[in-house]
Nanobody
Framework: QVQLVESGGGLVQPGGSLGLSCAAS????????MYWYRQAPGKERELVAS????????NYADSIQGRFTISRDNVKNTLYLQMNNLRPEDTAVYYC?????????WGQGTQVTVSS
């Protein structure tokens, strides 16, 4: 059974930091590119960051460039997103996705709220 379980969300003040994790099971994690998406209330889901299968290549949305870092551990089957200097506009549900040319798997999401 494929599972992607996000954790680490919560409430943080502007300028603060949070680290998200996505624990994967039920598929060969190391053969899938991984992604973080987010969806704010009333908005479409947007791609935040991506990482290739070995973690050698990453890409980021312009809105979070220089503040967020995506990484992965293929031994622990876990994807990470370190978020620094958070802004109120980063408030959203954050989802991880595993994808290849045939299929995508999604997690259930974790809420991140940036507010004073």
């Amino acid at each position: 059974q494929v599972q992607l379980v996000e954790s680490g969300g919560g409430l943080v003040q502007p300028g603060g930091s949070l680290g998200l994790s996505c624990a994967a099971s039920g598929f060969t994690f190391s053969t899938y590119a991984m992604y973080w998406y987010r969806q704010a209330p009333g908005k479409e889901r947007e791609l935040v960051a991506s990482i290739d299968i070995v973690g050698g290549s990453t890409n980021y949305a312009d809105s979070i460039q220089g503040r967020f870092t995506i990484s992965r551990d293929n031994v622990k089957n876990t994807l990470y997103l370190q978020m620094n200097n958070l802004r109120p506009e980063d408030t959203a549900v954050y989802y991880c996705k595993a994808g290849n040319r045939y299929i995508n798997y999604w997690g259930q999401g974790t809420q991140v709220t940036v507010s004073s």
